[in-house]
């Protein structure tokens, strides 16, 4: 397992996260997800760390507060030290029928942080993360919030989920403004076949020092290789009903096919393609996978062992290149006339 900084800090973390979204569902998406007892979960945790992996990321939104639970009691069965485990979760989706029990405003922060860490079962979370965009909740108090929340011992480092270029840029230069803690990391969605993020996103991440952490790198399980073009897998059962994330489904068999000449090549499966694709960028800090079986979890960890050639990676970039866009290809038409330095 190699390991790198969360973001500009000096914590490290492992390249894989272990995401736990499939414990705990008992019913509707949750189950459809993942409805994982905790004896199951133990034996999955267990199996991740022995493997290297320090990163655990749920959420407080996850089967309705249930996989908190369950990863919290999974770390202390475990037997490992808390300061062994780098711990993360996220606050914003709605956990109840008020019409403050979302978003992220100071009050809903301020709440959710005190109903993980009892879940949780621990006094700090290592990553305190904003799930998603709040359109009505200035960027200034979201930002203030997460500040007192680590001036308070409660969070170490903080991140967003889901936020657009603009408004992480805007909640840095707040934060440098003030005197603020600054944002330490980016969840968002990135896989071989929706490499949207590499237009404005990735060069941010760079430019200021976020380590992205990657969810659904195979793309809801589309990208695991099991199903055809028709959506239907391993003796005719299909994915799941619910279809997320989107995705461009000719674009991905595309690299699919790719990949699976790639996988048999190697011995190995074309989800193990599509997550060292993914690792090997150089703006990915982790990966976060979710696994249902210690099989599929083995595998998983597995794609940290591949080293994809230059000419397996120039075929993979080439089948799921990006269509221009505007200001993307003007950038690279004017960018053209500067000298290369470096």
Known sequence: ???????????????????????????????????????????????????????????????????????????????????????????????????????????????????????????????????GTDPITPIEETVRALDDLVRQGHVRYVGVSNWSAWRIMKALGIADQHGWTRLSTLQAYYTIAGRDLEREIAPLLEAEKLGLMVWSPLAGGLLSGKYDRDGKGPEGARRASFDFPPVNKGRAFDCIDVMREIGAARGVSVARIALAYVLAKRFVMSVIIGAKTIEQLDDNLAATEIQLTEEELRKLDAVSVLPAEYPGWMLERQGATRPKLG
């Not at 973001?7 to 019913?27: A, D, K």
């Not at 979760?89 to 029990?101: A, I, R």
């Open 1 to 131: 397992m190699r390991y790198r900084t969360l973001g500009g800090t000096g914590l490290l973390v492992s390249e894989i996260c272990l995401g736990t979204m499939t414990f705990g569902g008992s019913e509707g998406m949750w189950n459809a997800i993942g409805a994982l007892d905790q004896s199951t979960a133990d034996g999955i945790v267990a199996r991740a760390l022995d493997a290297g992996v320090n990163f655990l990321d749920t959420a407080d939104v996850y089967s309705e507060g249930l996989s908190e639970q369950i990863t919290g009691r999974a770390m202390v069965n475990s037997g490992r030290k808390r300061s062994d485990i780098v711990l993360a979760t996220k606050v914003f989706g709605k956990v109840g029928q008020g019409v403050n029990d979302g978003g992220s405003s100071r009050g809903h922060i301020m709440d959710g942080v005190k109903a993980s860490l009892k879940r949780l079962g621990t006094d700090y979370i290592d990553l305190y993360q904003i799930h």
